[in-house]
T-cell receptor, first 114, second 115 residues
Framework: SAVISQKPSRDICQRGTSLTIQCQVD?????MFWYRQQPGQSLTLIAT?????????ESGFVIDKFPISRPNLTFSTLTVSNMSPEDSSIYLC???????????FGPGTRLTVL | AQSVTQLGSHVSVSEGALVLLRCNYS??????LFWYVQYPNQGLQLLLK??????LVKGINGFEAEFKKSETSFHLTKPSAHMSDAAEYFC?????????????FGKGTKLSVKP
């Protein structure tokens, strides 16, 4: 498995501001993923983050809104920019480990935008 | 494209009763299938996974799931529910296969356990 931590665990932010979420893994991984879980909904993949290359975004998500950094093999950040109440969600990072798409998730960051 | 359908957004069972959570998938390639559990205010925890080995997969906390290709199903079961099983359960299929896949999640089933 993997030990994954996220910071902050929760935050309440004002409309128009930005929040950067950090994800730290206990050992090196090639691929990290960022998901969004809107209230009462399932998880949706935002982007895949590989170290040393640009993140790959899924349809409906753009880099200007959700810039991602991946400076090394154990760390990544996701920024939610110019926030609106519609961005209120749980944001989760995950890592692939086990060779067959098995993903392990962090505890999530619960974001509320007022 | 891959997809997952979970039948029943909410399932309620009595403590000690059988738990059955339904999941059907659609995949154009041999799928990898997963069940995750999410306890209130927590992240997702992997319960079990199917990766084309044995069709009956045993996971943590007494859960198991059976892969049935003919029915395109991967239902989750537990013989006897415990109060601590109350949580939301997500079925997922690997989106692209291999080590670069992403996960396609179902909408989730919230399990309630009555004393």
């Amino acid at each position: 498995s993997a030990v994954i931590s996220q910071k902050p665990s929760r935050d309440i932010c004002q409309r128009g501001t930005s929040l950067t979420i950090q994800c730290q893994v206990d050992s090196q991984v090639t691929m990290m993923f960022w998901y969004r879980q809107q209230p009462g909904q399932s998880l949706t993949l935002i982007a895949t983050a590989n170290q040393g290359s640009e993140a790959t975004y899924e349809s409906g998500f753009v880099i200007d809104k959700f810039p991602i950094s991946r400076p090394n093999l154990t760390f990544s950040t996701l920024t939610v920019s110019n926030m609106s109440p519609e961005d209120s969600s749980i944001y989760l990072c995950s890592v692939a480990r086990g060779g067959v798409d098995t993903q392990y998730f962090g505890p999530g960051t619960r974001l509320t935008v007022l | 494209a891959q997809s997952v359908t979970q039948l029943g957004s909410h399932v309620s069972v009595s403590e000690g009763a059988l738990v059955l959570l339904r999941c059907n998938y659609s995949s154009s390639v041999p799928p990898y299938l997963f069940w995750y559990v999410q306890y209130p205010n927590q992240g997702l925890q992997l319960l079990l996974k199917y990766t084309s080995a044995a069709t009956l997969v045993k996971g943590i906390n007494g859960f198991e799931a059976e892969f049935k290709k003919s029915e395109t199903s991967f239902h989750l079961t537990k013989p006897s529910a415990h109060m601590s099983d109350a949580a939301e359960y997500f079925c997922a299929v690997s989106g692209r296969g291999g080590s670069q896949g992403n996960l396609i999640f179902g909408k989730g089933t919230k399990l309630s356990v009555k004393p």
